[in-house]
Nanobody
């Protein structure tokens, strides 16, 4: 149905930056609301950011607001997560997710039908 592949994760020092990409294998990418989630060891998967179909509306969890930026390029079937001023507490596996029915927000993981395999982000102090 929909395949999502994250890339761009890695090891970075505190204060550094990374950009994550999520490539979608789907013919109608613009019809999907896209979200980013992360999961640290021993913790539940948590919402990070989301972006509307056109890219005109974005949503962020408070802990990343002002540091992370979500964007999308519908011509490339790709959603991005630019992460700046990284902190050790940002360390987690980051997942992208897609859904055709979400209209606003998309804060809960159960709202999304499709998920990537995740990419590891490790921030050292």
């Amino acid at each position: 149905q929909v395949q999502l592949v994250e890339s761009g994760g890695g090891l970075v020092q505190a204060g550094g930056s990374l950009i994550l990409s999520c490539a979608a294998s789907v013919r109608t990418f613009r019809s999907y609301y896209m979200g980013w989630f992360r999961q640290a060891p021993g913790k539940e998967r948590e919402f990070v950011a989301a972006i509307s179909r056109s890219g005109g509306t974005t949503v962020y969890t408070d802990s990343v607001k002002g540091r992370f930026t979500v964007s999308r390029d519908n011509a490339k079937n790709t959603v991005y997560l630019q992460m700046n001023s990284l902190k050790p507490e940002d360390t987690a596996v980051y997942y992208c997710a897609a859904d055709q029915t979400i209209q606003t927000k998309g804060l809960r993981d159960r709202e999304y039908d499709y998920w990537g395999q995740g990419t590891q982000v490790t921030v050292s102090s």
